[in-house]
């Protein structure tokens, strides 16, 4: 008896050892790599998680689907092609239902020159006979869960910004109404015209002019708007 309890007494001194063992190695092989690297390649302090990849500036892909109509369609967003807002709307999802109002009446505050796709889910999930009602008549509906997913939509009202020379997402982002959204816009394309040189310095008075211009587009208010001349007329402004 008192054999077999030396036997496994030294049977449990060797696992001890053979532990201890283990983790020295772990460790040294963790202390030769050096701590983790984030996405741009560069190595992270220890106990510092890498930060959660921006989808900004990722290439946009096509959205591509059914209309409310039943009839094929494909958004093509390729370098090159027009700036696009994809708004990512429900037909029963309740704040959306203001977006939907807007666009059909063509009074949605965006700047000139920026198209609008409405992508839905697919008829799974969505009624096409409830969206032909909301259809806006100049602006294409896209029925599309595979859109969804490829921007990795999170939730209802949700909007993408895809600059057109480049086709790529220059912002994303949950809304409640027009105002968020513009603001999404503004940000998005100064953010872009910083990273790249191509806008005017942060805080010049040209960058100030900029925002500013950017706001009144975004409210409907271009060059020769009368709310511009306080006696009614351009020439008057003039005078």
Same mark, same amino acid.
């Given at each position: 008896?008192? @054999?077999?309890?030396?036997?496994?007494?030294?049977?449990?001194?060797?696992?001890?050892?053979?532990?201890?063992?283990?983790?020295?190695?772990?460790?040294?092989?963790?202390?030769?790599?050096?701590?983790?690297?984030?996405?741009?390649?560069?190595?992270?302090?220890?106990?510092?998680?890498?930060?959660?990849?921006?989808?900004?500036?990722?290439?946009?892909?096509?959205?591509?689907?059914?209309?409310?109509?039943?009839? @094929?369609?494909?958004?093509?967003?390729?370098?090159?092609?027009?700036?696009?807002?994809?708004?990512?709307?429900?037909?029963?999802?309740?704040?959306?239902?203001?977006?939907?109002?807007?666009?059909?009446?063509?009074?949605?505050?965006?700047?000139?020159?920026?198209?609008?796709?409405?992508?839905?889910?697919?008829?799974?999930?969505?009624?096409?006979?409830?969206?032909?009602?909301? =259809?806006?008549?100049?602006?294409?509906?896209?029925?599309?869960?595979?859109?969804? =997913?490829?921007?990795?939509?999170?939730?209802?009202?949700?909007?993408?910004?895809? &600059?057109?020379?480049?086709?790529?997402?220059?912002?994303?982002?949950?809304?409640?109404?027009?105002?968020?959204?513009?603001?999404?816009?503004? &940000?998005?394309?100064?953010?872009?015209?910083?990273?790249?040189?191509?806008? @005017?310095?942060?805080?010049?008075?040209?960058?100030?002019?900029?925002?500013? &211009?950017?706001?009144?587009?975004?409210?409907?208010?271009?060059?020769?708007?009368?709310?511009?001349?306080?006696?009614?007329?351009?020439?008057?402004?003039?005078?």
């Amino acid at each position: 008896m008192e @054999a077999l309890v030396a036997v496994e007494t030294l049977l449990l001194v060797l696992l001890a050892l053979l532990v201890v063992a283990l983790l020295r190695s772990h460790a040294e092989v963790l202390r030769r790599l050096g701590p983790p690297a984030d996405a741009g390649g560069e190595r992270l302090a220890p106990g510092v998680p890498p930060p959660p990849e921006r989808r900004d500036a990722d290439p946009a892909p096509d959205v591509a689907g059914t209309t409310p109509f039943g009839e @094929a369609i494909q958004v093509a967003l390729a370098p090159g092609g027009p700036s696009t807002l994809l708004a990512f709307l429900s037909s029963t999802c309740l704040t959306c239902e203001g977006f939907w109002r807007s666009l059909s009446a063509g009074d949605a505050p965006l700047p000139d020159g920026v198209r609008v796709v409405v992508v839905t889910k697919g008829a799974s999930h969505e009624s096409p006979s409830r969206l032909r009602e909301l =259809a806006p008549p100049a602006i294409p509906v896209v029925m599309s869960s595979q859109a969804w =997913a490829d921007y990795e939509v999170p939730t209802s009202p949700y909007f993408a910004y895809v &600059d057109g020379p480049s086709g790529r997402i220059h912002g994303v982002g949950s809304a409640t109404g027009w105002e968020q959204v513009t603001s999404l816009l503004r &940000d998005a394309l100064a953010d872009y015209g910083a990273a790249t040189g191509e806008g @005017a310095r942060p805080g010049s008075s040209a960058w100030r002019a900029s925002r500013v &211009d950017a706001e009144l587009a975004a409210a409907g208010i271009g060059p020769g708007h009368p709310s511009l001349y306080p006696s009614g007329s351009e020439e008057g402004a003039e005078g």
